[in-house]
């Protein structure tokens, strides 16, 4: 009760203003300023968030193995150390309860920065066509210009889909086995097809779950309207 009452000054005040100018209220901007200010209101230095900056961290890092000395290896340790990072960090927040708004954000920017980042460096190294990671990135930008519209109509971002989940999952394993059969060793020619399917049924999933996210925030907006 005190947060909607907090809400409505707010909310009041910034329709004083705007009416002091001469212009009506905006609710579409009253809502993104609303999770902004839910975003900072959370607790930022928990561990949980510390892991995930942990992470973000070993992006330029991974990136750096893979296109300056070429270290495969160091850049699958980094890769590795990324995920189990990435499974900790959610079962800290459950277990210490310290979930917050500024968490949920920097968990999947993280997955994206590592998609882009080895998509970037397959590109460079021709591991991959360019067209396959442009269509794969694309994706990613189309939905994250979506978000602040979602905000504007006064709706939350669409639930991870379980399409979603598997493509990402297919990906995680795609490139660790893609950087390792880079490498010269018994076994690779074996390995090398399992990296080759992971990676087309990843992305191939990737941006089907991407058409059903567009189709719900397009569906979303249309009933705003009506």
Same mark, same amino acid.
């Given at each position: 009760?005190?947060?909607?009452?907090?809400?409505?000054?707010?909310?009041?005040?910034?329709?004083? @203003?705007?009416?002091?100018?001469?212009?009506?209220?905006?609710?579409?901007?009253?809502?993104?300023?609303?999770?902004?200010?839910?975003?900072?209101?959370?607790? $930022?230095?928990?561990?949980?968030?510390?892991?995930?900056?942990?992470?973000?961290?070993?992006?330029?890092?991974?990136?750096?193995?893979?296109?300056?000395?070429?270290?495969?290896?160091?850049?699958?340790?980094?890769?590795?150390?990324?995920?189990?990072?990435?499974? $900790?960090?959610?079962?800290?927040?459950?277990?210490?309860?310290?979930?917050?708004?500024?968490?949920?954000?920097?968990?999947?920017?993280?997955?994206?920065?590592?998609?882009?980042? @080895?998509?970037?460096?397959?590109?460079?190294?021709?591991?991959?066509?360019?067209?396959?990671?442009?269509?794969?990135?694309?994706?990613?930008?189309?939905?994250?210009?979506?978000?602040?519209?979602?905000?504007?109509?006064?709706?939350?971002?669409?639930?991870?889909?379980?399409?979603?989940?598997?493509a990402t999952f297919c990906l995680m394993y795609a490139?660790?086995?893609?950087?390792?059969?880079?490498?010269?060793?018994?076994?690779?020619?074996?390995?090398?097809?399992?990296?080759?399917?992971?990676?087309?049924?990843?992305?191939?999933?990737?941006?089907?779950?991407?058409?059903?996210?567009?189709?719900?925030?397009?569906?979303?907006?249309?009933?705003?309207? @009506?």
């Amino acid at each position: 009760m005190v947060q909607d009452a907090e809400r409505t000054t707010d909310n009041t005040t910034s329709g004083a @203003t705007d009416a002091s100018n001469g212009e009506l209220p905006d609710p579409g901007m009253d809502r993104i300023r609303e999770v902004a200010r839910g975003v900072w209101a959370d607790p $930022l230095w928990t561990l949980p968030n510390l892991l995930s900056v942990v992470r973000l961290a070993g992006v330029p890092l991974f990136l750096w193995l893979l296109l300056g000395p070429q270290s495969d290896l160091l850049a699958l340790l980094v890769l590795v150390v990324s995920g189990i990072t990435d499974w $900790l960090d959610g079962k800290l927040a459950r277990w210490l309860n310290q979930y917050s708004r500024i968490g949920e954000l920097l968990d999947p920017a993280a997955d994206r920065l590592y998609i882009v980042a @080895t998509l970037a460096a397959f590109v460079l190294r021709d591991v991959i066509p360019w067209w396959a990671a442009v269509a794969l990135v694309g994706r990613d930008i189309v939905l994250t210009l979506c978000l602040p519209v979602l905000r504007w109509h006064g709706y939350e971002p669409p639930d991870v889909h379980y399409l979603g989940k598997a493509a990402t999952f297919c990906l995680m394993y795609a490139f660790p086995l893609l950087l390792l059969v880079q490498e010269d060793f018994i076994g690779a020619d074996v390995v090398r097809p399992i990296a080759y399917a992971f990676t087309c049924w990843g992305g191939a999933l990737y941006l089907w779950a991407g058409i059903l996210y567009l189709g719900q925030v397009i569906a979303a907006v249309r009933q705003a309207r @009506t």
